[in-house]
């Protein structure tokens, strides 16, 4: 089945309009406070005081443009149909992420100034920092979980080579690959708790845990998947959502090959290494290559990669004895 979707209307909504929005709700927002904010009001804090000021109104276009650049430029890809879902998937939690962000700062950084005389005498709750990611972050995941993967299928037309491995009785074949779950906790340990303990003892406040921990998590997330070989084809979940998926109909064939991430693919994780060519390597060693009728080829290390291979190949040579 081919598809011409060219924008995904999740993505649209939440990777385009939402932005906007959000842009827009801190103009407005602005400009219904005016009367009570001073003319000058502070737009920049040190650790101890304000050292920056503008207008309110000039303020707020600021905030607005970059809310549009930064958060609405990551999430934007989320729109694209036929990307990869799980590039679409992340940089939309990215994005309204520094979205929430920014508006969470602008609207506690107006709501602290409000009916003040002297703004340089006000200070920026630095919580609101940790809240907007927080915010920003689930409102993405919801985003995320609402996006489709609408990539052209095509269905392979003959049996997958002879000389490939099969399996007697083909079965399930499920595996995690990446991180454990001890791996994954030391992981989010030295990339989320501990810088965050570090800012907190610096700032003498919490506020950090709520930015670091999340962003952790993000990174930690994108080093563990969940690979599932059964009769409808091969996919690979991560953050609880499917990320890659292929139907048996579209497979042509997959051997298993010894592979290295970096001199393979570059580096560990979800990779793409020229066009269409996508890996989730996250291990030295044997991995399952899968491809397919409409040009894409799929590698996954994983210690059941020979399973893996020889259901797929039994599975898709079945599937052409169907009536």
């Not at 939402?18 to 920049?44: C, D, F, Y």
């Not at 607005?64 to 679409?88: E, N």
């Not at 609880?240 to 991430?261: C, H, N, S």
Request: glycine share 10%; aromatic share 6%; with cysteine.
């Amino acid at each position: 089945m081919n598809s011409s979707r060219v924008v995904d209307p999740a993505g649209a909504v939440f990777g385009l309009l939402l932005p906007v929005i959000a842009a827009l709700s801190g103009v407005i927002l602005t400009k219904v406070w005016e009367p009570r904010l001073p003319a000058q009001i502070a737009t920049h804090w040190t650790t101890t005081s304000p050292d920056g000021f503008s207008t309110p109104m000039s303020s707020a276009w600021t905030f607005a443009l970059v809310t549009v650049l930064f958060g609405g430029g990551c999430a934007a890809i989320a729109a694209l149909a036929q990307a990869m879902l799980m590039m679409r998937r992340t940089m939309l939690v990215v994005g309204l992420s520094v979205v929430g962000l920014i508006l969470t700062v602008q609207v506690v950084l107006l709501y602290v100034q409000l009916d003040v005389a002297d703004p340089a005498a006000t200070e920026l709750p630095m919580w609101s920092l940790g809240l907007g990611v927080v915010i920003g972050a689930v409102v993405g995941l919801i985003g995320a979980a609402l996006l489709r993967d609408y990539r052209p299928r095509v269905a392979a037309t003959g049996s997958p080579d002879p000389r490939l491995p099969r399996a007697d009785h083909p079965t399930t074949v499920a595996d995690t690959v990446g991180f454990g779950t001890l791996g994954s906790l030391i992981l989010l340990l030295i990339l989320g708790v501990a810088p965050a303990l570090a800012v907190c003892l610096l700032v003498d406040g919490w506020w950090p845990l709520a930015v670091f921990v999340p962003v952790g998590l993000l990174i930690v997330s994108l080093l563990r998947f969940r690979v599932i070989v059964d009769r409808s084809g091969i996919r690979v979940v991560n953050m609880g959502m499917t990320a890659l998926q292929y139907g048996i109909e579209e497979i042509e064939g997959a051997r298993v090959d010894v592979i290295k991430p970096f001199d393979d693919f570059g580096g560990w994780g979800l990779k793409v290494k020229g066009r269409r060519n996508y890996g989730v390597v996250t291990r030295t060693g044997p991995a399952v290559i899968v491809t397919t009728a409409c040009g894409d080829r799929l590698t996954v290390t994983s210690a059941r990669a020979e399973e893996m291979a020889g259901a797929l190949n039994t599975y898709a040579e079945v599937r052409l004895r169907r009536p």
